[in-house]
């Protein structure tokens, strides 16, 4: 095998800023099938990527033994139904989060593509940022020493104007009861930064979510009504090593997309990871160390950014690259790796989940749920 088969489910405005530039960078990569159920999106989608084959079910590509990966772009509502059918059909699946909103679910799949032999990976688009895998690789050097403190946050400005429609997630959610929406909508891909560069297991977690702005325009009906949602929130986790981290999301804070900020502190080092549109960049990272504790800018090595990437292109294009390339590659290799797959989004929900927990009873909550690993 030398060549990558996707067929894309979705081809709305995400798969065309970031899934479909990122695969058509890839010289490894042919897109031989567009899927969406929306004629127009998918006439225009095709026509801008040059995308001959198209259809507006996805079960019509299931069965083609010549494409090798789905990849699920479409509204949260069909990934978990469209990724485990294309694990049973046999195919590679990407899919963008959350698989499913129940982490055990996620799992699941994960297990029943692992039996087949198959490889998964979720969009969690920050992981593959070259400032964070190249701040990865200074953590797995020793650069940090022993880890300390991880401070992540999710924070921009997309929502802050209530009159920016929005989708309604659950139209019958009791309107007293405030709803998880920005940790998992945005809060997951900084928690899975959080647990890469832990590296420990994850053991009790507690926390809390606000609704600061009670009444927003609502996508379907075009007019502002009661929506109790979390639109900002503060989390505190506790691992089997002496680390502890701190999670913070929130869309109605002001600041530039994608607004994800890292933080390791350790015994020997510390690095800071911006990925926040500034200055015409997109991402910096600054490191210090105990004998010189001034914080400098660092220059991102080539290795880390895909062929004729830069700081100063879009961040979604650019990051998306990567993930795509690093998904190929590790096809091409056979499957021995698979970072980012289904059972590490299993855990990035299962860790949701249970900040969702922990609120509602005002009180920590043990991790795993489901008891001891
Ligand atoms: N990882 C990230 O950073 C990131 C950023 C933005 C969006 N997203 C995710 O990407 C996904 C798509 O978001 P979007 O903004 O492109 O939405 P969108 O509404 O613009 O596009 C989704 C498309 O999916 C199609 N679709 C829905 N159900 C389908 C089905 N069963 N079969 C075929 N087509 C179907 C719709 O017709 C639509 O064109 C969402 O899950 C969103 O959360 C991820």
């Given at each position: 095998m030398d060549k990558v088969r996707v067929a894309v489910v979705g081809a709305g405005r995400w798969a065309q800023r970031a899934h479909l530039p990122g695969w058509s960078r890839d010289p490894r990569v042919e897109v031989v099938a567009l899927v969406d159920s929306d004629r127009q999106v998918l006439g225009e989608a095709a026509r801008l990527f040059g995308v001959r084959r198209t259809a507006g079910d996805y079960r019509e590509v299931l069965d083609d033994p010549s494409i090798d990966v789905v990849d699920v772009v479409t509204a949260n509502t069909a990934h978990f139904e469209v990724s485990a059918a294309a694990i049973e059909a046999g195919k590679h699946v990407l899919c963008?989060?959350?698989?499913?909103?129940?982490?055990?679910?996620?799992?699941?799949?994960?297990?029943?593509?692992?039996?087949?032999?198959?490889?998964?990976k979720l969009g969690f688009t920050f992981r593959y940022a070259p400032a964070v895998r190249y701040a990865k690789s200074?953590?797995?050097?020793?650069?940090?020493?022993?880890?300390?403190?991880?401070?992540g946050f999710e924070q921009n400005s997309q929502w802050i104007d209530p009159a920016t429609p929005m989708r309604q997630v659950d139209p019958d959610a009791d309107p007293e009861v405030i709803a998880t929406s920005s940790i998992?909508?945005?809060?997951?891909?900084?928690?899975?930064?959080?647990?890469w560069w832990a590296g420990a297991r994850l053991t009790s977690v507690v926390g809390t979510m606000r609704n600061f702005l009670p009444e927003r325009v609502v996508r379907a009906t075009g007019r502002s009504q009661r929506l109790n949602i979390d639109d900002g929130d503060m989390w505190i986790c506790e691992f089997d090593t002496d680390i502890i981290a701190s999670i913070q999301?929130?869309?109605?804070?002001?600041?530039?997309?994608?607004?994800?900020?890292?933080r390791l502190y350790g015994s020997e080092g510390a690095l800071i990871v911006?990925?926040?549109?500034?200055?015409?960049?997109c991402q910096t990272i600054r490191t210090a160390t105990k004998d010189d504790p001034e914080f400098v800018e660092r220059e991102i090595p080539a290795e880390f950014f895909p062929p004729g990437g830069s700081s100063t292109e879009d961040w979604d294009s650019l990051f998306y690259a990567n993930l795509c390339a690093d998904f190929t590659t590790e096809i091409l290799a056979g499957g021995g790796t698979n970072q980012g797959d289904f059972a590490q989004g299993a855990l990035v929900q299962e860790?949701?989940?249970?900040?969702?927990?922990?609120?509602?009873?005002?009180?920590?909550?043990?991790?795993?749920?489901?008891?001891?690993?």
């Open positions: 963008e989060k959350p698989v499913h909103r129940d982490y055990r679910e996620t799992k699941a799949l994960a297990d029943a593509a692992r039996a087949k032999g198959l490889l998964t200074l953590v797995d050097a020793g650069f940090i020493g022993t880890p300390y403190v991880f401070n998992e909508g945005y809060g997951a891909p900084i928690i899975d930064i959080m647990h999301s929130s869309y109605v804070t002001v600041g530039n997309l994608p607004g994800i900020e890292a911006r990925l926040v549109e500034e200055a015409g960049r860790t949701i989940n249970a900040f969702e927990a922990s609120f509602r009873r005002r009180a920590w909550v043990d991790f795993p749920l489901g008891g001891a690993a």
